[in-house]
């Protein structure tokens, strides 16, 4: 697989609500608080493309994060309404790989940028070492080639 | 600097409690949960080393987190109370950076892995480039040479 | 003043995302997170009538919580979208009052009810015995009579 | 059941670690974070008294909680050290129904009274009208008798 540019990935995005409770001492969201803004981006895309919790629980599997990445760029205020993007990664492993954008709707500025790797395991937690064969489906709906 | 051997490293460790409420459907810790864990360690390691929230606010400073990269090896389940180590890694510029790693008692098996960076602002998020005077004095204090 | 009836009081209402960190081994969302829906009602409520954080801190006052009460009827689900209705109940008092309500949007079944009570202090947390003078302008604004 | 004193109630009590995702941009704990410290507190009973989530989970059963009633009478600042008594009330239906204060524990001053009802239900959230067996038999084994 090539290094793909982002125009030709699978995409969604959406508007974030930065909840006062997420706010820490320093009046900005505490940077535990992303993780949620990414479930929240993943979310939008499982329901756009049929890929959310349900769809993955109702073959058998949890799709657990084994990977997380985050860089805060710029700080996110209580008050403002960011928007996020994903996108996601092709990858030959029984993998699903999204990066992530953040965004000051207000002037554009790139406030945070993040990865995340996700395993297939069962229901017992044990590891899927090849693509289940809902993910292989999902694929192909898709027309994600991995040359 | 060189890549020093955790052994010469400042270091702290402590024991977490999982909560219910951080345990999701899949009966295992959420893995946003971790930034708690994570934060409870630098807790730990800053009350050890005078390093903590309060001593830096008392000197006009802030430390916002800038990079967060967690590697989830194993998952925490619900009633485990395993042990967080973290470390300081000595670096030239105004950082704080720290790894952690969290490990079952039980069996000493290595449950995840951590990396934070964290820098300086004043009180307006306004990044100091250079090491804040007080930041110099604790590392002469702990005798943190960058070589 | 009368306990008056639901129909005279100002309101507002707002569809709650249930997410996925809010769901606990239950499968159903955990009882703490409803405090986060509660909030999400106050802040729809505090923006249509111009009573929100903002602008409470721009006056130099906070208004913590002293009082909060839930009663959980039947679990929200992940996945539900429910509606959650907030009512402001007038007092005398130097007090800021709401009634909740959450509904399943599916079949209208009441999910749940709350109250909360907010004070006014200033900045040091110190208590308002009376009236704000912005709170008092706000009553009258929305003919907020308490006879 | 008369309404007993306090000292004749089974009951235990912690040590509450405020942690700084807990506090808010008026850096005091944020009232949603005390159903974390309720919790908190429900486990140290739960392990003293084989009450715990384990125990209910191995007989079949869950303990969502139906009602929950907190006073906030004086902030939480981040850095104290409150401890938490948790105090089971006796009742003759088939719930949990516990009392909690939280104290200062510098100068014993009370912060926090709470007030928490659970019912029991089976795995499919369906509601048990009867007092479940194992806790009829937990009953006998406290010597709780219902007047």
Same mark, same amino acid.
């Given at each position: $697989?090539?290094?793909?540019?982002?125009? %030709?990935?699978?995409?969604?995005?959406?508007?974030?609500? &930065?909840?006062?409770?997420?706010?820490?001492? $320093?009046? &900005?969201?505490?940077?535990?608080?992303?993780?949620?803004?990414? =479930?929240?981006?993943?979310?939008?895309?499982? =329901?756009?493309?049929?890929?959310?919790?349900?769809? &993955?629980?109702?073959?058998?599997? %949890?799709?657990?994060? *084994? =990977?997380?990445?985050?860089?805060?760029?710029?700080? &996110?205020?209580?008050? $403002?309404? #960011?928007?996020?993007?994903i996108?996601?990664?092709? @990858?030959?492993?029984?993998?699903?790989?999204?990066?992530?954008?953040?965004?000051? @709707?207000?002037?554009?500025?790139?406030? @945070? @940028?993040?990865?995340?790797? %996700? *395993?297939?395991?069962?229901?017992?937690?044990?590891l899927?070492?090849?693509? #289940? #064969?809902?993910?292989?489906?999902?694929?192909?709906?898709?027309?994600?080639?991995?040359?």
């Open positions: $697989m090539k290094n793909k540019d982002k125009s %030709q990935l699978l995409t969604a995005s959406r508007t974030l609500e &930065i909840r006062f409770s997420e706010v820490d001492s $320093m009046n &900005i969201a505490w940077h535990g608080s992303y993780a949620h803004y990414l =479930e929240d981006a993943r979310r939008a895309f499982g =329901e756009k493309y049929g890929i959310d919790h349900a769809t &993955i629980a109702a073959n058998g599997y %949890q799709a657990p994060l *084994v =990977e997380l990445n985050i860089r805060y760029k710029k700080p &996110i205020l209580f008050g $403002m309404k #960011p928007r996020i993007d996108w996601y990664r092709p @990858t030959l492993s029984a993998r699903l790989t999204y990066d992530y954008e953040i965004r000051d @709707t207000a002037d554009g500025s790139l406030l @945070t @940028t993040a990865h995340s790797v %996700q *395993v297939f395991t069962d229901l017992n937690h044990k899927a070492w090849n693509n #289940p #064969p809902f993910f292989e489906a999902w694929k192909r709906r898709w027309g994600i080639a991995e040359d």
